[in-house]
């Protein structure tokens, strides 16, 4: 279930997204929006939310840091090996 509140918050913030202990969601909307404004801040603190979408920033699949890590040991070695004294 969603719940959607008016509040009054701090300037710059249009929307708040919280998973309640009920396990529901709660939206929590800036009482100064026009509804238009207002319908538009829900969608977008929804849409923001939703887990699971896109992977987390920063974080990396697996195979591709392992052909990081194989990349930049194989760049060492041939690093040590050229300048290896001849």
């Known amino acids: 279930m969603i719940r959607i509140r008016r509040l ?3 300037a710059g913030l249009s929307a708040i997204v ?10 929590l909307v800036s009482a100064s929006l026009e ?3 207002a319908r538009a ?3 977008l603190a929804l ?3 939703r887990p699971g ?3 987390a920033a920063g974080l990396l699949p697996l195979p591709l840091v392992l052909l990081a890590a194989a990349g930049v040991r194989w ?3 041939a690093g040590m090996l050229l300048r290896a004294p001849s």
């Open 18 to 27: 919280r998973r309640g202990a009920d396990n529901n969601l709660d939206v």
């Open 47 to 49: 849409r923001a939310f």
């Open 75 to 77: 760049l060492r070695t």
């Open 41 to 43: 801040a829900v969608r």
């Open 53 to 55: 979408r896109r992977p």
């Open 35 to 37: 509804p238009e404004r």
């Open 8 to 10: 009054t918050l701090p």
